[in-house]
């Protein structure tokens, strides 16, 4: 059962990503790093997250946590783990920016500092494209348009869920191409194969027919693979 609500868990932490990349800002054009404090739903999420004009790298859970890297020119979003990765279309459910929002009200609120950056805070209301749901809050940004704070609430039907982040240690700095493509070695695989590994530590198929063990052996029957409290501890920061 533990393991069972730990994929639970796990999934939900693979959705909040896209609902806060879908936050109505324009793409930001400069290079840059910063690690990442989310707050939803009584949960804190923390990340680290790499950024250049079109790609994104999030890291969550450290060295046993998972990747997601947002690749808008090709208009997929990859999510790895282990030695494997998923692939996802790009669609109106995680697209980011402006693609899955029209804006209906933005004003400007005045000058404040974050962190120790300057910044223009924001008052942004905006609705999905397909009519479903409905985002508004305020939004810190610097001068590139760089997010470093927000604090809004998002409603879909009857339901609404209240979300807050903010960015520390930013570093407005070139980034190396490479960490936002999938590293040599990593297996395409399906979500069910990869909660597979996650929950029973087993050989897992590769495409193809072969198999091939994970690369943290099973310690003991019954144990994860990658270790799930591990995972989870990283992911939300306690």
Known sequence: MKLLRDAALLICVMLIPFTVRAAPQPEVQVDYSADSTMETEGMTMKSRIYHTAGKE??????????????????KVVWQLMGDMY????????????????????QTEVGQDTINGIKTTKSKIVAVKKDGSGKFGGFFWTTKEGITVKMDMLSKEGDKKMR???????????????????????????DMGAMMGQMMMGGDQPQEGGRSRRP???????????IDVNKMMKGFFGK
């Not at 790298?57 to 890297?69: L, W």
């Open 163 to 189: 979300m807050t982040s903010e960015l520390t240690n930013l570093k407005i700095e070139k980034q190396d191409p490479a960490i936002f493509e999938i590293p040599a070695g990593y297996t395409k695989n």
């Open 57 to 74: 790298r999030t890291e969550m859970g450290g060295a046993d946590g998972m990747t997601t890297i947002t690749r808008k020119d090709k």
């Open 86 to 105: 998923i692939e996802m279309p790009m669609d109106s459910s995680n697209a980011s920016g402006t693609d899955a929002f029209d804006i209906v009200e």
């Open 215 to 225: 690369k943290k052996p099973r310690t003991e029957e019954g144990e994860s693979a």
